[in-house]
T-cell receptor, first 111, second 115 residues
Framework: GDSVTQMEGPVTLSEEAFLTINCTYT??????LFWYVQYPGEGLQLLLK?????DKGSNKGFEATYRKETTSFHLEKGSVQVSDSAVYFC??????????FGAGTRLFVKA | EPEVTQTPSHQVTQMGQEVILRCVPI?????FYWYRQILGQKVEFLVS????????KSEIFDDQFSVERPDGSNFTLKIRSTKLEDSAMYFC?????????????FGPGTRLTVL
């Protein structure tokens, strides 16, 4: 079945460092891909999405490009802030009845 | 901006008791979902609901669980006899349509604690 694999955390960075969180997926069809963020004690917020190959989703300085050839959707940010500390979930939606999530990557950003 | 709402934000119950978690999806959405996140673990799909029927359910969604749309606005998840392992954050979501292009919008979650 469809699945999402993302890099294990936690990831600890200093403020203004470059962030990459790797995500790869397995799907039988042509899924849409998402990154969700969960701040401490809060629910899931959609960070960005891409619906077809080579699309780039971007929001709040975060970017991810839908790479069909490598089945990847890596999350990047050029300069992280303390306020970016959260858990990041990569996810896919194929037929649309459900969203399948990766295990989540916790990011700590130190001042 | 329209959003999915959930009540209560936190529910504490005794093992064996019934609980009902409530959700108000976005008003023009037709597809509704419940997900669960046990503390520190991944978000897991429970069930999807469309046209007053379950569209798909996971292995987690056994006979102890049921969903209902009792009126035009609410969507509920009932756990008939709660177990300790039902303690989790439960997220409701809704979408306008189905398929990969239809984004699911998530509510803030209900934290269920079973004692």
């Amino acid at each position: 079945g469809d699945s999402v694999t993302q890099m294990e955390g936690p990831v600890t960075l200093s403020e203004e460092a470059f962030l990459t969180i790797n995500c790869t997926y397995t799907a039988t069809g042509y899924p849409s891909l998402f990154w969700y963020v969960q701040y401490p004690g809060e629910g899931l917020q959609l960070l960005l999405k891409a619906t077809k190959a080579d699309d780039k989703g971007s929001n709040k300085g975060f970017e991810a490009t839908y790479r069909k050839e490598t089945t990847s959707f890596h999350l990047e940010k050029g300069s992280v802030q303390v306020s970016d500390s959260a858990v990041y979930f990569c996810a896919l939606s194929d037929r649309g009845f459900k969203t399948i999530f990766g295990a989540g990557t916790r990011l700590f950003v130190k001042a | 901006e329209p959003e999915v709402t959930q009540t209560p934000s936190h529910q504490v119950t005794q093992m064996g008791q019934e609980v009902i978690l409530r959700c108000v999806p976005i008003s023009n959405h037709l597809y509704f979902y419940w997900y669960r996140q046990i503390l520190g673990q991944k978000v897991e799909f429970l069930v999807s609901f469309y046209n007053n029927e379950i569209s798909e359910k996971s292995e987690i969604f056994d006979d102890q669980f049921s969903v209902e749309r009792p009126d035009g606005s609410n969507f509920t998840l009932k756990i008939r006899s709660t177990k300790l392992e039902d303690s989790a954050m439960y997220f409701c979501a809704s979408s306008e349509g189905q398929g990969a292009y239809n984004e699911q919008f998530f509510g803030p979650g209900t934290r269920l604690t079973v004692l």
